[in-house]
């Protein structure tokens, strides 16, 4: 009986340093299929022009292909949701940005809970929005615009991405800290607020580098809202009087991962992203695209967001109590 046992014991021993050993490969293996990674804005956008340059690259550094999935909706609920209900296993990203991830738990009640739920991969870059018209708009400078938003409230109109989302804040701050009122019209996502734009149904968008270089000639940008010019001959909202606004008018974008997935797997995926962007052919097409390559790690990306919980917070009240 003794023998039996301590034969049992051996075997139980061995199958038991197997099974940690087929762990352990498991864990250096991934990922062992595609990488799916949902942005919870719709097509055309600069996020996903952005993942469009992101996914051909990744492969390089993960040795497996990254999917891009839109889920446009609920100014970035709809996506935001289904990523947190994702299996945590590394093989679901979200791809997001700071006006979906931290300010609209301010805004209304969302079903997930953004630092709890997620975790910060990276942040691969930032974006300055810019007020954007037609070629052939009646307004030629801001000041135009101003003054006829002024003359006649209501009457010139703002179609943005969709309310409370990443070019509806960065206007509505510009047009609060300017004293007029414009008519507001949403869109699902950067893209269709465009072609808004070019079929003369609003005035103007609130755009980013990347959408804004794909249209060629076809449109002018106005103002940019930021502390320095991302174009020569565009003033920011600082040349204008309008420093405040771009505190709050940047955008951050940003991949993040459930907040349970596991840690090795994490340290792959963050690891990956760090390699990437300091690599010579993604820089080239983000050049491209008009963007920059603004990269920040975990660690430095999650003290942000906390900053952002708090501000955001105080952005809607003072926006909602006018």
């Known amino acids: 009986m003794k ?4 034969r049992t014991m051996i075997a139980a021993a061995v199958a038991t340093g197997t099974a940690l050993s087929a762990g352990a490969a498991i864990a250096e293996d991934y990922p062992t299929k595609p ?3 949902i942005i ?3 097509a055309g956008g600069s996020h996903d022009l952005n993942a469009r340059v992101m996914t051909s690259m990744l492969p390089t550094y993960l040795g497996q292909p990254v999917v891009v999935e839109l889920m446009p909706g609920a100014s970035g609920r709809n996506g935001t949701a289904a990523a947190a209900k994702a299996k945590a296993d590394g093989y679901t990203l979200l791809f997001t940005h700071n006006f979906i991830d931290e300010l609209q738990q301010h805004v209304g009640k969302v079903p997930y809970d953004p630092n709890k739920d997620f975790v910060v991969i990276a942040r691969t870059n930032t974006a300055p929005p810019s007020l954007t018209v ?3 708009s009646r307004f030629k400078t801001m000041k135009d615009m101003l003054d006829e938003a002024k003359a006649n409230p209501g009457k010139v109109k703002f179609g943005h991405s969709g309310n409370w989302g990443a070019s509806m804040v960065p206007g509505a701050a510009l047009l609060q800290a300017a004293g007029v009122k414009m008519s507001l019209v ?3 996502g950067g893209g269709p607020a465009m072609r808004g734009v070019m ?3 609003v005035d103007f968008t609130i755009a980013f580098p990347s959408v804004i270089s794909s249209q060629g000639d076809k449109v002018r940008t106005l ?3 930021a502390d320095k010019r991302s174009f020569p001959d565009v003033p920011t909202t600082g040349d204008l009087g309008f420093a405040d606004v771009a505190d709050i008018a940047t955008m951050q974008r940003v991949v993040l991962a459930p907040a349970a997935t596991p840690p090795e797997r994490l340290a792959k995926l963050r690891e990956a992203f760090a390699k990437l962007a300091k690599d010579k052919t993604y820089m080239t097409l983000l050049d491209k695209l008009g963007e920059n390559n603004e990269y920040m790690d975990a660690a430095g990306y999650t003290k942000i967001r906390e900053i952002q919980d708090k ?3 105080k952005l809607v009240k003072d926006l909602t109590t006018q």
């Open 199 to 201: 079929s003369g149904d």
């Open 134 to 136: 037609r070629a052939d």
């Open 311 to 313: 501000a955001y917070a």
């Open 40 to 42: 919870p804005l719709g």
């Open 186 to 188: 949403p869109y699902q």
């Open 223 to 225: 103002v940019t809202l």
């Open 35 to 37: 990488i799916t990674m």
């Open 3 to 6: 023998h039996l046992t301590r």
